[in-house]
């Protein structure tokens, strides 16, 4: 299992990679018609390859037997709105993580989020965020177990619907490394 940095030339599998997760993650407990309202906007190769392109993200893919299955885009910015429980100056999202079902309890996941977390603390950022769907248990589990505190709430829209996310952080300053 290889952790890297996502090529640009890249921007057509990561396409795939995160419409195959996100349906793989989602199909089932969102409607259909919003969720394929949120794969087209979300996911292709012109958007992938705006966001590589873009000096405020980085995508982090996990490449296993030369396959990428999984990744994290990172963004650099603080989120839509006002919390007493965000306080970073220079903030990092963590604005999508997936990894294929097939390594969940392999430590792929915990791999993948210490990269994001080391590159973020080397990029000079003070905390990271995230959104979380309220729904997924599983998801909030493993970001309080990799030292995310849950401040409050948001929103996020998939297609027509809005769901109400939990907003979580990690103080970086706190981090031992």
């Known amino acids: 299992?290889?952790?890297?940095?996502?090529?640009?030339?890249?921007?057509?599998?990561?396409?795939?990679?995160?419409e195959r997760l996100w349906r793989a993650t989602y199909t089932g407990l969102i409607p259909a018609s919003n969720l394929e309202l949120h794969l087209a906007e979300t996911f292709g190769p012109r958007q992938q390859a705006a966001e590589l392109a873009d000096p405020a993200c980085r995508a982090l893919v996990i490449e296993?037997?030369?396959?990428?299955?999984?990744?994290?885009?990172?963004?650099?910015?603080?989120?839509?709105?006002?919390?007493p429980g965000f306080r970073f100056?220079?903030?990092l999202e963590v604005a999508r993580f997936y990894v294929e079902a097939s390594l969940h309890g392999r430590g792929a996941a915990q791999a993948l989020m210490?990269?994001?977390?080391?590159?973020?603390?080397?990029?000079g950022h003070d905390g990271v965020w995230l959104q979380v769907w309220e729904k997924n248990p599983r998801a909030i589990r493993f970001y309080a177990k990799a030292g995310f505190q849950d401040v409050g709430e948001a929103t996020f829209r998939v297609g027509e619907q809005v769901d109400r996310d939990r907003l979580l952080v990690h103080n970086l300053m706190t981090r031992s490394l």
């Open 64 to 83: 296993f037997d030369g396959v990428l299955t999984g990744y994290t885009l990172l963004k650099a910015h603080a989120p839509d709105l006002a919390h």
């Open 89 to 91: 100056v220079n903030p």
């Open 114 to 123: 210490t990269a994001a977390l080391d590159h973020a603390t080397s990029a």
């Open 1 to 18: 299992m290889l952790i890297r940095i996502a090529l640009p030339s890249e921007a057509l599998a990561l396409a795939a990679l995160g």
